[in-house]
Structures are given as structure tokens and as C-alpha cells.
């Protein structure tokens, strides 16, 4: 089976930085794209930033230049630089990953938190 491990995620104070990780191991055969979402308390899961298999970037308006994903194709490794953090980037950031395992599938991590004091 496949799993994504997300770590990196904790307390810092607004205008601090964070970097997270997200390291997918198991029966893959091929990552496609991978991503970070995150998920504030009492709101719907959202898009922070993607990043395809020939390195191509998306992001969501609110994260574009305070935020960089970036993706280390050998370790099957996602990264999410946060710069800037503001109290309304609190949350529960997900890494997912569309893979090619004994099927084709989307896989989620579990999660980590980040919460940005005022």
C-alpha cells in the first residue's frame, strides 16, 4: 500500500515561517501530481499549492508569494515553504498525492497542524 507522512507543522508567531514535508513511501509505481490543502476550524478543506511530475506549479491567490512547494523527485518528497504566516493561515495542512500503486489512486496524509499566534 502507499502512505504520505506529513511533518514540519507547530506553533510560530505571525510573520514566522514554516516548512513542511510530506514523504510518500510504499508499492508505488509513479507519483503524478502532489500537493498541500489545509483545513481551518469550522471551514472546508482548500487548496494551498500543487506541484505536478515535470515540476509545474499551482497555487491558491492567498499563498502566491508567501508559499513554495517544491518536490524532490528521488525521495517521493513534497515540500511547503510558508513565509509570512498570518493568524488566517491556521490550520490542518493535508498533503495528498495522485499515485500509481496497484492502482491509480489519491492518497492523503494525516495531516498536520498549524496554528499562527497574533
Known amino acids: 500500500q502507499v502512505q504520505l507522512v506529513e511533518s514540519g507543522g507547530g506553533l510560530v508567531q505571525a510573520g514566522g515561517s514554516l516548512r513542511l514535508s510530506c514523504a510518500a513511501s510504499?508499492?508505488?509505481?509513479?507519483?503524478?501530481?502532489m500537493g498541500w490543502y489545509r483545513q481551518a476550524p469550522g471551514k472546508q478543506r482548500e487548496l494551498v499549492a500543487t506541484?505536478?511530475?515535470?515540476?509545474?506549479?499551482n497555487y491558491a491567490n492567498s499563498m502566491k508569494g508567501r508559499f513554495t512547494i517544491s518536490r524532490d523527485f528521488a525521495k517521493n518528497t513534497v515540500y511547503l515553504q510558508m513565509n509570512s504566516l498570518k493568524p488566517e493561515d491556521t490550520g490542518v495542512y493535508f498533503c495528498?498525492?495522485?499515485?500509481?500503486?496497484?492502482?491509480?489512486?489519491?492518497?492523503w496524509g494525516q495531516g498536520t497542524q498549524v496554528t499562527v499566534s497574533s
Open positions: 495528498s498525492a495522485e499515485i500509481l500503486s496497484t492502482y491509480q489512486g489519491r492518497w
Open positions: 510504499g508499492s508505488i509505481v509513479r507519483i503524478n501530481d
Open positions: 506541484i505536478t511530475s515535470d515540476g509545474s506549479t
